[in-house]
């Protein structure tokens, strides 16, 4: 039994069909390692899967846009990732991931590469002003705690005075304002 772990390997066969009892549709995909063993990858065609089937697929060389049409997946070698399950007593090994060569990551085309690196050029550069910003942040002496500000002190409050007119008069008369106690 080929063991858990990375390994590289190519497809030899895929065919798209069914599996489960509410006939969910995948790819099967047989692999075969550089060391001659064979394994299998269910690529399941679900919403929440179908975009990493794609990719895995098209890692593998898959030209077409036709699910029907497989041709073309045997022509890259690929990394893939084996785990060992169990089922019905049984220990099985199955594909869990398939990736490109190193580790997982593929490169990027060179205009794919000037792209993201122009839509990124801007914030590269802030981070490079704030860190330098933060280094001579860090380096100028400090401003001395500043003070608590002084207690804000509100004007009295005076009681509404009647007036000859019949209207409330909210002015106090001069002579009920102490020199200390004027609000400005």
Avoid at 19 to 44: I, Q, Y
Avoid at 57 to 82: A, F
Avoid at 109 to 117: L, V
């Amino acid at each position: 039994m080929i063991e858990s772990g990375k390994h590289i390997a190519r497809a030899v066969r895929g065919d798209l069909t069914t599996k489960g009892s509410r006939g969910t549709p995948v790819v099967v995909v047989s692999f075969r390692t550089e060391a001659g063993e064979s394994v299998n990858w269910d690529g399941w065609l679900t919403p929440a899967a179908v975009d990493r089937t794609f990719e895995g697929l098209r890692l593998c060389g898959w030209q077409s846009d036709d699910v029907r049409d497989l041709s073309g997946i045997d022509t890259n070698d690929v990394e893939i990732v084996v785990e060992h399950e169990d089922y019905n007593g049984q220990t099985y090994p199955r594909v869990k991931w398939v990736n490109a060569l190193g580790g997982g990551a593929a490169h990027l085309a060179p205009d794919t590469a000037a792209a993201i690196a122009a839509g990124l050029k801007g914030r590269a550069i802030a981070s490079r002003k704030g860190m330098a910003t933060a280094g001579a942040q860090a380096s100028r002496p400090q401003p001395a705690p500043r003070r608590a500000p002084e207690p804000r002190r509100d004007p009295p409050a005076f009681a509404p005075q009647g007036s000859a007119s019949g209207t409330d008069n909210m002015d106090p008369r001069p002579d009920e304002i102490g020199d200390d106690e004027i609000p400005f």
